[in-house]
């Protein structure tokens, strides 16, 4: 079955920098954008980044631009973020998930997240 499964979450110092990663199986990895999206307590998911099927296009949120980089490895079929200068506001549930865009007329375009991981927790605290 289709699996996403992050890892590389902890506890990290205000300034500090951490990578997540995310393993996926049970489907064609290279044929989906990929995000990271983020959730704390009470507050509804941020998306944070994205990237292409071929990962030569990279999208961040303002919030994390320049400070995150989004990158995978097909042949590993593995997603990573990696996140640099981190802030206490970037505390977070961070997830992995697939992307499929869909266009209309009249509607425009619009993504959905079919397929979410189990997350993984990131904590910045001093």
């Known amino acids: 079955e289709v699996q996403l499964v992050e890892s590389g979450g902890g506890l990290v110092h205000p300034g500090g920098s951490l990578r997540v990663s995310c393993a996926a199986s049970?489907?064609?990895?290279?044929?989906?954008?990929m995000t990271w999206v983020r959730q704390v307590p009470g507050k509804g998911p941020e998306w944070v980044s994205g990237?292409?099927?071929?990962?030569?296009?990279?999208y961040y949120a303002d919030s994390v631009k320049g400070r995150f980089s989004i990158s995978r490895d097909n042949a590993k079929n593995t997603l990573y973020l990696q996140m640099s200068n981190l802030k206490p506001e970037d505390t977070a549930v961070y997830f992995c998930?697939?992307?499929?865009?869909?266009?209309?007329?009249?509607?425009?375009?619009?993504?959905?997240?079919?397929?979410w991981g189990q997350g993984t927790q990131v904590t910045v605290s001093a």
């Open positions: 998930t697939t992307e499929k865009y869909y266009c209309s007329p009249g509607s425009g375009c619009y993504g959905v997240f079919d397929y």
């Open positions: 990237i292409n099927l071929a990962g030569d296009s990279t």
């Open positions: 049970g489907f064609s990895f290279g044929t989906y954008d």
